[in-house]
């Protein structure tokens, strides 16, 4: 009778100390059980991402031209860093079933590295998003101009700080409008009730972006900053995550304070990759194959 929160949590527990104690790779299926009729079990992974899990596309051909055609047509360099955050896309779908918090980060480190190479760090004070809470600790301490502009200028040196923000600005100002406008369809699978028997997957809700998240820049960068927070407190502190903190909300939209859902933020990865593609390349015709 736990919640979904501590059933994810308690098998992969048992899964942790299984492998410690085996010196091997152990896995307990994630999974939950709706309110059937019958008992049945339900992967996680249809909710942290149910965009993902539906049947190809009916345009898969044209799709994979476009794409081969394009990556083809890129210079060497470009191939590298649109690679390596093409790399960071693949795995995170490879592991968000079994470890959202690993796919998680790989996707804010494919976007992290879009940003470093075709971002520009901040350079005005005002653009970074802390600068005012800043200001007010100078203010309160009764600092002279000439300390407030030196402390200004070190934190604008800091390394991390400046490549959280160049995440951020990158992001939520490289995306195009037509962006919110991308569907993101709910694909769900699994058995009959009746019969137990596993249905093909079947689109519960026809979805866009701007079912979830709202067109506001501003808010779009507060929440990257957000996303950024939660990978670093991942990468550095090993901290657990809920996994309702990367399903989409139950309610829509959802707020800037929070960090970014799975999905939205696989769907900005992806579009930036494309972005990055088409506008580093010269297509090159394909051999007949």
């Given at each position: 009778?736990?919640?979904?929160?501590a059933?994810?949590r308690?098998?992969?527990?048992?899964?942790?100390?299984?492998?410690?104690?085996?010196?091997?790779?152990?896995?307990?299926?994630?999974?939950?059980?709706?309110?059937?009729?019958?008992?049945?079990?339900?992967?996680?992974?249809?909710i942290v991402?149910?965009?993902?899990?539906?049947?190809l596309?009916t345009?898969?051909?044209?799709?994979?031209?476009?794409?081969?055609?394009?990556?083809?047509?890129?210079?060497p360099?470009?191939?590298?860093f649109i690679?390596?955050?093409?790399?960071?896309?693949h795995?995170?779908?490879?592991v968000?079933?079994?470890?959202?918090?690993?796919?998680y980060?790989?996707?804010?480190?494919?976007?992290?590295?879009?940003?470093?190479?075709?971002?520009?760090?901040?350079?005005?004070?005002?653009?970074?998003?802390?600068?005012?809470?800043?200001?007010?600790?100078?203010?309160?301490?009764?600092?002279?101009?000439?300390?407030?502009?030196?402390?200004?200028?070190?934190?604008m040196?800091?390394?991390?700080?400046?490549?959280?923000?160049?995440?951020?600005?990158?992001?939520?100002?490289?995306?195009?409008?037509?962006?919110w406008?991308k569907?993101l369809?709910?694909?769900?699978?699994?058995p009959?009730?009746?019969?137990?028997?596993?249905?093909?997957?079947?689109?519960?809700?026809?979805?866009?972006?701007?079912?979830?998240?709202?067109?506001?820049?501003?808010?779009l960068?507060?929440?990257?900053?957000?996303?950024?927070?939660l990978?670093?407190?991942?990468v550095?502190?090993?901290?657990?995550?809920e996994?309702?903190?990367?399903?989409?909300?139950?309610?829509?939209?959802?707020?800037?304070?929070?960090?970014?859902?799975?999905?939205?933020?696989?769907?900005?990865?992806?579009?930036?990759i494309?972005?990055?593609?088409?506008?580093h390349?010269?297509p090159?015709?394909?051999?007949?194959?």
């Amino acid at each position: 009778e736990a919640n979904i929160h501590a059933r994810h949590r308690l098998g992969a527990d048992i899964a942790c100390l299984m492998s410690l104690a085996l010196e091997r790779r152990v896995v307990v299926p994630n999974d939950f059980t709706p309110p059937f009729g019958k008992l049945t079990f339900l992967p996680v992974s249809q909710i942290v991402d149910q965009s993902i899990l539906g049947p190809l596309p009916t345009d898969a051909k044209r799709r994979l031209n476009t794409y081969l055609s394009a990556v083809a047509g890129l210079f060497p360099e470009d191939q590298k860093f649109i690679g390596d955050a093409s790399s960071a896309y693949h795995g995170a779908l490879l592991v968000f079933d079994r470890e959202p918090r690993a796919a998680y980060t790989l996707l804010v480190a494919g976007i992290e590295v879009l940003s470093r190479r075709y971002g520009s760090p901040p350079t005005d004070w005002t653009e970074w998003e802390e600068s005012s809470a800043w200001d007010a600790i100078f203010a309160l301490q009764g600092l002279t101009k000439e300390q407030a502009s030196a402390i200004r200028h070190k934190l604008m040196q800091d390394k991390q700080l400046k490549l959280g923000a160049t995440f951020q600005n990158y992001a939520s100002s490289r995306l195009s409008d037509d962006f919110w406008n991308k569907p993101l369809d709910q694909w769900i699978s699994g058995p009959d009730p009746n019969t137990g028997q596993w249905l093909p997957p079947w689109n519960v809700k026809s979805c866009r972006i701007s079912d979830f998240l709202t067109f506001d820049r501003n808010g779009l960068r507060k929440s990257l900053g957000k996303s950024y927070g939660l990978r670093s407190s991942v990468v550095h502190d090993a901290d657990w995550v809920e996994l309702m903190t990367f399903a989409p909300p139950p309610a829509p939209p959802f707020k800037s304070s929070r960090p970014l859902p799975f999905p939205i933020l696989r769907a900005i990865l992806a579009e930036l990759i494309w972005l990055e593609i088409s506008s580093h390349s010269t297509p090159v015709s394909l051999p007949n194959f």
